[in-house]
């Protein structure tokens, strides 16, 4: 059973920066998918960024160059760091599992964490 516990997350003025972290355990790790994906009110979910076994990562365009995806295998931990937040990333941020390759496709993530709030004021 894949079990996906986040860390992080809270309020900042915009310009600000945060980090998210995941821990992540009870996964397949030659064959994965890990990634952060955020859903803002009234919005779909959206990957916001994601890695793969490969090391084969994606971002959306709305969060390139600003955030950075990271991971220590050997720890299982998955971290955003997000720097120049803008109140328009202001959503709640999930730790999501899929199986392999890399994937933006919300739908194919079949574990989550809880899920934790960040928002970004004007």
């Known amino acids: 059973q894949v079990k996906l516990v986040e860390s992080g997350g809270g309020s900042v003025p915009s310009g600000g920066s945060l980090k998210l972290s995941c821990k992540a355990s009870?996964?397949?790790?030659?064959?994965?998918?890990l990634g952060w994906i955020r859903q803002a009110p009234g919005k779909e979910r959206e990957v916001v960024a994601a890695?793969?076994?490969?090391?084969?990562?994606v971002y959306a365009p709305s969060v390139k160059d600003r955030f950075t995806l990271s991971q220590d295998k050997a720890e299982r931990t998955l971290s955003l760091e997000m720097t120049s937040l803008k109140p328009e990333d202001t959503a709640i941020y999930y730790c999501?599992?899929?199986?392999?390759?890399?994937?933006?496709?919300?739908?194919?993530?079949?574990?989550w964490g809880q899920g934790t709030q960040v928002t970004v004021s004007v």
């Open positions: 890695i793969d076994q490969n090391g084969k990562f």
């Open positions: 009870g996964y397949d790790d030659t064959n994965y998918c």
């Open positions: 999501a599992h899929a199986m392999g390759p890399v994937t933006t496709e919300t739908g194919v993530y079949g574990y």
